[in-house]
């Protein structure tokens, strides 16, 4: 273990990278990946989930996914919790029971991930 980081075993590694595809995959069969990204005022946003400039599944796909799989890649010591899962079944509640599996699929990463860093110590 390095000083300020953690790496974790292999195989936590790709159990996290798993959930967060699994994330991406439900994203883009309902139909919530965009192709062009928000504007780059959108995503400077220091709001909570970046709510005061773009959707939950934008957030999602340009700012939480890149940088928790790099979190993941790198070994970095994450925070101490990850609890997206209400705030996404608030947001999509819009979709209706399409988005029920993404919303499964961040309950799972919260959970695992809550697992993961209780491992890291």
């Known amino acids: ?5 953690a790496v974790p075993c292999s195989t936590d590694m790709k159990a996290m990278l798993a959930h967060l595809d ?4 439900e994203m883009r069969t309902l139909g919530l990946w965009a192709l062009e990204p928000p504007p780059a ?3 400077a946003s ?4 970046a709510h005061d400039a773009m959707v939950l599944e934008h957030w999602l796909q340009w700012i939480f996914l890149p940088r928790m799989r ?3 890649r790198r070994g970095i010591r994450p925070p101490s919790a990850c609890n997206i899962h209400a705030f996404a079944a608030h947001s999509f509640v819009r979709h209706g029971v399409a988005a029920r599996p993404v919303v499964q699929a961040i309950c799972g990463f919260d959970e695992a991930f809550s697992e993961w860093v209780e491992s890291l110590g």
């Not at 273990?1 to 980081?5: A, D, F, Q």
Request: cysteine-free.
């Open 1 to 5: 273990m390095t000083e300020g980081r």
């Open 22 to 25: 699994a994330i991406e995959r």
């Open 41 to 43: 005022d959108a995503l």
């Open 46 to 49: 220091t709001a909570p989930f």
């Open 70 to 72: 790099e979190t993941v």
